[in-house]
């Protein structure tokens, strides 16, 4: 038989031979050590560099990105000195300890005390214990509907949504053919207060990688100015083109930029607005978390990037300047209000009992007042009914917040009453804004059809939802809605506020808006235009230049456009035949205008 020594063993007792054990490389001296130690030092920065470059954390210890960050450049070095010192593999744990443990010690460490940290941070960030912290992060007074909210002039209400201003964006730039092969529109469309007219602004944007290279160097050339209720686009065309946003490459991209001039900084979504010369800026809120390391959000201030330049300045919240609206997003606000209502009688009565707690309704809109833009959000109770017990208000620049209570339907009770009144036609509600109409809160909505154009509005009574009047203009739907209110015996006459003009004839302009035909009459040594449909006053339509008239009009309107309830043809005077008429525009007339295409009415956001 085969022996031992054949290289041959059998049975089951144990080898006489000991197990090999495994050749090491070897480790060389001081020299091989420091030099093994520099290339996996350069390794790590080269790697983590790169990381940082594309990634973009913050060096903040409130940011749990900064801690994945600093684990990252851990594990590469340890993965580097593996390599670099010629450990092979096929050990067990222990000997991957043991290597860790002598050569990775102070990368070790490092991960040990992040970890502590980061869960001692966690821990005391729990609203469990935190809970009036929470509570305080924003302050909310008690408000006099009536007396805060007044009612204002339909040139003011912001009833263009965003969903309608892309629609408009779109279709303009398609008008741009200079433009529309290499640029298209951004999708910021930010609502804001400028010169006293609530609009949405929106920059473009590179058509693709291509186009960014060929147009690199002169920018992006123009913005748009969307107005939010005569539905006018103008395009913005600069002198020096906008050469900072989210959408660049490389040292020019907005999130980069500001991370290597504001390095521990930790920012919200930056937003895009312009100053009253219009110029172009990036309003980016500095992000601060207040309660422990992980809890609280807020914000702090604000860095103001203009957009052609790359200038920056960084403004603490009480300095940012008045002309900019959003340094508080709606979702911060929200958020912080609904701690508010949760833990302002503790933490576990959030959970048991649950005495007087609150949150906000799902949904939001913005409404401009005071040259400042509020965002709007109705309170209900936690039990989740369909009625709200109020709603509040809050600035976006100062965050200034007020709860109104007004106790009736919540928003989205409202939108299925007033599809109700017009179910035959499968019209489909916008989200509501609120109103002040006659001293009654009133929400007011946009009525659109399947292809997402506006088709009427409507207004529905806060606290009796079923009364809701519509229309196909905003003034006659609040004619109908007033109406309504003195039939329900909510108000005892009518406080619609109008005036009355006489005089002769000038200048008479049309214009159609989703087929119908609407009059612009200009009266002899008047420079406003009176704007009715024929739907309204039939009188309109055979109205001649030279023909004395009494219009009865909106009495709060301001602008050049004023809404017109009635015409009456006092007499035929020695009328002239009018011009062959031009549809109007929507800002000022003037003589040589030419037509327009159709254009949709807008929707309230």
């Not at 744990?93 to 050569?103: H, M, W």
């Not at 087929?515 to 612009?520: D, L, T």
């Not at 309830?565 to 020695?574: F, K, N, P, W």
Request: negative net charge; contains cysteine; charged residues 20%.
């Amino acid at each position: 038989m085969f022996s031992q020594a054949n290289g041959f063993h059998f049975g089951f007792g144990k080898r006489d031979s000991a197990r090999p054990t495994r050749e090491q490389k070897p480790a060389g001296g001081p020299a091989a050590s420091v030099k093994r130690t520099l290339i996996n030092l350069l390794v790590t920065v080269v790697i983590g560099a790169v990381y940082f470059y594309v990634n973009l954390p913050p060096l903040n210890l409130h940011s749990v990105d900064f801690y994945g960050f600093i684990f990252l450049l851990c594990v590469i070095y340890t993965v580097s000195a593996l390599l670099t010192s010629g450990f092979q593999t096929g050990g067990g744990f222990r000997e991957y300890g043991a290597f860790v443990k002598q050569q990775c010690m102070v990368p070790l460490v490092v991960v040990v005390a992040l970890i502590l940290v980061f869960i001692v941070g966690t821990v005391i960030s729990v609203p469990l214990f935190r809970a009036g912290s929470y509570k305080d992060l924003i302050s909310v007074a008690q408000g006099d509907f009536t007396e805060d909210v007044k009612e204002i002039s339909y040139d003011k209400i912001p009833m263009l949504d965003k969903d309608s201003a892309e629609k408009l964006g779109d279709r303009k730039m398609g008008e741009l053919s200079d433009m529309v092969s290499q640029f298209e529109v951004a999708d910021n469309y930010t609502q804001i207060n400028y010169k006293n007219r609530p609009v949405r602004v929106t920059p473009l944007v590179y058509g693709d990688i291509i186009k960014w290279w060929n147009n690199r160097s002169e920018g992006i050339p123009a913005y748009l100015i969307i107005d939010m209720v005569t539905q006018g686009v103008e395009v913005v065309r600069l002198q020096d083109g906008i050469k900072y946003t989210t959408a660049e490459h490389f040292s020019r991209n907005l999130y980069r930029y500001l991370r290597f001039r504001y390095p521990t900084y930790m920012f919200d979504a930056p937003v895009f607005e312009i100053n009253d010369d219009g110029e172009p800026y990036w309003i980016c809120p500095r992000v601060e978390k207040t309660i422990g390391l992980f809890g609280g959000t807020d914000i702090f201030g604000a860095v103001l990037v203009n957009a052609v330049t790359g200038e920056s300045v960084y403004y603490p919240k009480e300095e940012v300047p008045a002309w900019v609206d959003r340094v508080y997003t709606a979702e911060l606000i929200i958020e912080q209000y609904d701690y508010y209502g949760l833990y302002r009688n503790g933490f576990f009565n959030s959970i048991f009992g649950q005495r007087g707690v609150t949150v906000t309704t799902d949904g939001y809109n913005y409404i401009a007042m005071n040259d400042d833009v509020y965002v709007y959000t109705g309170i209900t109770s936690v039990t989740g009914d369909q009625s709200n017990i109020g709603f509040i208000l809050s600035n976006q620049r100062t965050k200034q917040t007020t709860y109104y209570s007004i106790p009736g339907a919540e928003e989205y009770s409202a939108m299925s009453s007033a599809e109700g009144v017009v179910q035959h036609l499968n019209y489909v509600a916008t989200f509501p804004l609120l109103l002040n109409i006659s001293n009654q809160p009133t929400y007011f909505m946009a009525l659109k059809d399947n292809a997402g154009l506006v088709k009427m509005y409507a207004m529905v009574n806060v606290r009796q939802y079923q009364i809701v009047g519509t229309g196909q203009s905003v003034a006659e739907c609040e004619r109908d809605y007033v109406s309504l209110l003195v039939e329900n015996n909510v108000t005892q006459e009518e406080s619609l506020p109008q005036n009355t003009v006489t005089g002769t004839v000038a200048e008479i302009r049309t214009a159609v808006k989703d087929g119908n035909s609407y009059y612009y009459i200009r009266l002899d040594g008047k420079s406003e235009y009176y704007v009715i449909s024929a739907e309204e006053s039939e009188a309109a339509v055979i109205l001649n230049v030279g023909d004395s008239v009494q219009i009865e009009y909106d009495g709060q309107a301001t602008g050049e456009l004023r809404n017109a309830y009635s015409i009456t043809r006092l007499d035929a005077g020695v009328s002239q035949p009018a011009p062959s008429a031009s549809p109007a525009p929507l800002e000022t007339p003037s003589p040589s205008v030419t037509p327009a295409p159709e254009v949709s009415p807008a929707a309230a956001a």
